[in-house]
């Protein structure tokens, strides 16, 4: 059976400050993908970035990075200089290649204090 | 283009009533899911459709809850005879196949 693990149920911290959320998954397939998904108060969940299995290269996108290592079945992403607006809960997420329903983790609320 | 939409947005009903829930996907996404998140929790797959056929359900889906995409457009979940356990924000997504899943604003269930 899939499943993803967010072990930060909850993070704060300063504006500006760099912040990583981290993500571990557990799966039997060789082909599979990862998500990562923003979800703001306003309640709609956000895509971020998708990866497959075959692609091990990590991702910049502006302050947003992703650090994906099959070896350790860890999906880490990082946010540089973080501003109050990042204030969401995230969520890693994990599909199989076929019906590609997502496996969520329980979530990260991550707070950015002025 | 306008994203998913789900209608109604909340929802207030009485323990026993029956209520269903529409999704209009992005047009051209063959692919539609639904999910259910209860409070504190990340979003647990119900059931997904492409095109018209409803492929896969979880056994979360009970024998009261039913979900239909007729013309493999829009979707509807009913839930029957609802109970409190029911509560939980309902959301729906759609995709292209293999693609990332846009989600809707969710419709929010009370049961009383």
Redesign the interface.
């Known amino acids: 059976a899939q499943k993803?693990t967010q072990a930060q149920t909850e993070i704060s911290v300063v504006e500006k400050e760099d912040v990583t959320l981290d993500c571990v998954y557990e799966t039997r397939d060789t082909t599979y993908y990862l998500?990562w998904?923003k979800q703001p108060p306003?309640?709609?969940?956000?895509?971020l970035i998708?990866r497959n299995s075959f692609d091990e290269q990590n991702e910049i996108s502006g302050r947003y990075s992703w650090n994906f290592q099959k070896s350790t079945s860890s999906f880490n992403f990082t946010i540089t200089a973080s501003q109050v607006v990042d204030s969401a809960v995230y969520?890693c997420?994990l599909s199989d290649p076929g019906?590609?329903?997502?496996?969520?983790?329980?979530?990260t609320r991550l707070t950015i204090n002025p | 283009d306008t994203g998913v939409s789900q209608d109604p947005r909340h929802k207030i009903t009485k323990r026993g009533q029956n209520v269903t829930f529409r999704c209009d996907p992005i047009s051209e996404h063959n692919?539609l899911?639904w999910?259910r998140q209860t409070l504190?929790?990340?979003?647990?797959?119900l059931t997904?459709f492409q095109n018209e056929a409803q492929?896969?359900k979880s056994r979360l889906l009970s024998d009261r809850f039913s979900a239909e995409r007729p013309k493999g457009s829009f979707s509807t979940l009913e839930i029957q005879r609802t109970e409190q356990g029911d509560s939980a924000?309902y959301?729906c997504?759609s995709?292209p196949?293999?693609?990332?899943?846009?989600?809707?604003?969710?419709t929010r269930l009370t049961v009383t």
Do not use: D, I, N, W
């Not at chain 1, 306003?42 to 895509?47: A, N, P, Q, R, Y």
């Open positions: 993803v998500f998904y306003s309640g709609e969940l956000v895509f998708r969520f997420a019906a590609q329903k997502l496996v969520f983790g329980q979530g | 692919r899911y999910y504190g929790q990340g979003p647990e797959f997904y492929l896969e924000m959301l997504a995709s196949p293999v693609y990332e899943q846009y989600f809707g604003p969710g």
